[in-house]
């Protein structure tokens, strides 16, 4: 299984990660929100996530885009961007994202775009956040997206819980305990590592081993600029800030 989150209409990371993901062999694609927004190529990204995910959620940008969300809610930033992105993006991809559910907890794992306990807005950073979430969670395991940081949060039967950030390579064992996990951001990452980021989960090992993956920055830097969106969006993608 892959899990991935936060594409942000950032076309050249999506094509990476997926590259990468098939390389693996992985069973399904699980996307767990906002695949519009910052970026410049909303359409396209839509467009491939609906042909290549199983499952997508739906994501706070997402919603502002359809008119869901009050665009004052954002900062400013990401309301220039919901605003350049309703002037831009296609019937058929508003078509999709109106479909879509901000979480999905009909299977093993139980997938939110914020949090369990607000899967819109809430974006879990902090140990005390991750285990009051835990507690409002039925599945044992857990994903979340929206913070754009790759971080895994874990509590042992009848201990602590505890969490800490994921980078390339981090690898849990599922097998007991509850957990909530955070794949990181494909198109705006930010824990200062600029590769889009990715979780395998592989249900028949019970583990969970994050991915990075490089990309062309450059060329969705680019994209942005051309668009006229704010500068400090494509800056921001070189510093994966």
């Known amino acids: 299984m892959a899990l991935l989150s936060d594409v942000h209409a950032n076309l050249p990371a ?29 359409d396209a990204c839509v467009a491939l996530a609906e042909e290549r995910c199983h499952l997508c959620l739906i994501g706070n940008h997402d919603l502002a885009v359809l008119g869901k969300l009050d665009i004052r809610d954002f900062s400013g930033l990401a309301a ?3 605003e350049w992105t309703r002037g831009r993006i296609g019937d ?34 902090s ?3 991750a285990e009051s979430c835990m507690e409002a969670m039925e599945a044992r395991v857990g994903a979340v997206g929206h913070s754009h940081v790759a ?25 007991h305990g509850r957990w909530l996990l955070n ?44 668009a006229g969106l704010p500068r400090a969006l494509s800056d921001r993608l070189f510093r994966g800030q």
Do not use: M
């Not at 509590?155 to 980078?167: H, S, T």
């Open 183 to 226: 794949p990181g951001a494909v198109g705006q990452p930010r824990d200062g590592d600029p590769r889009a980021a990715w979780l395998l989960l592989d249900l028949d090992q019970d583990t969970a081993t994050w991915k990075r993956v490089d990309y062309p920055i450059a060329e969705a830097a680019d994209a942005i600029r051309v």
């Open 151 to 175: 971080l895994c949060f874990w509590r042992e039967n009848g201990g602590e819980a505890g969490g800490r950030q994921a980078p390339e390579a981090t690898e849990v064992d599922l097998s």
């Open 92 to 125: 058929k991809s508003l078509d999709f994202l109106a479909e879509l559910d901000p979480e999905d907890t009909s299977g093993e794992i139980g997938l939110f775009h914020g949090s369990p306990r607000n899967p819109i807005w809430e974006y879990v950073l």
């Open 127 to 129: 140990v005390p956040q």
């Open 80 to 82: 220039a961007a919901a």
């Open 14 to 42: 999506l094509r990476a990660v997926l590259a990468d993901i098939d390389r693996t062999q992985v069973d399904e694609i699980w996307c767990l929100g906002d695949l519009v927004g910052y970026g410049a190529q909303p």
